[in-house]
Nanobody, 115 residues
Framework: QVQLVESGGGLVQAGESLRLSCAASESIARMVTMAWYRQVTGKERELVARINTKLEYAASVKGRFTIFKDVAKSTLYLQMDNLKPEDSAVYTC???????????WGQGIQVTVVS
């Protein structure tokens, strides 16, 4: 199965930036949809951003977060700027190969924003 390893999380102050990385063990070329989700304990998992043929963002992060990928490095990124305390959550990378109907989740990485 595809392995997804997230990195780049941590604790920052409001207004600061973080860049999350998701290194995949398989290609993340165009037949693969990649996304970042986040979840706070006691709440449902939320789609933060998705990249396929189109870029999609949750309204709460639009204009502050940018999802992009480096196919050569098989790595997905989430650039998070102007972080807010409400962005605090466990962020998880999602891989879905449309051609092979194979999906996978990363194990999640904590992002904590304090004011």
């Amino acid at each position: 199965q595809v392995q997804l390893v997230e990195s780049g999380g941590g604790l920052v102050q409001a207004g600061e930036s973080l860049r999350l990385s998701c290194a995949a063990s398989e290609s993340i070329a165009r037949m693969v949809t990649m996304a970042w989700y986040r979840q706070v304990t006691g709440k449902e998992r939320e789609l933060v951003a998705r990249i396929n043929t189109k870029l999609e963002y949750a309204a709460s992060v639009k204009g502050r977060f940018t999802i992009f990928k480096d196919v050569a490095k098989s790595t997905l990124y989430l650039q998070m700027d102007n972080l807010k305390p409400e962005d605090s959550a466990v962020y998880t990378c999602r891989y879905y190969n449309i051609e092979r109907a194979i999906g996978a989740w990363g194990q999640g990485i904590q992002v904590t924003v304090v004011s």
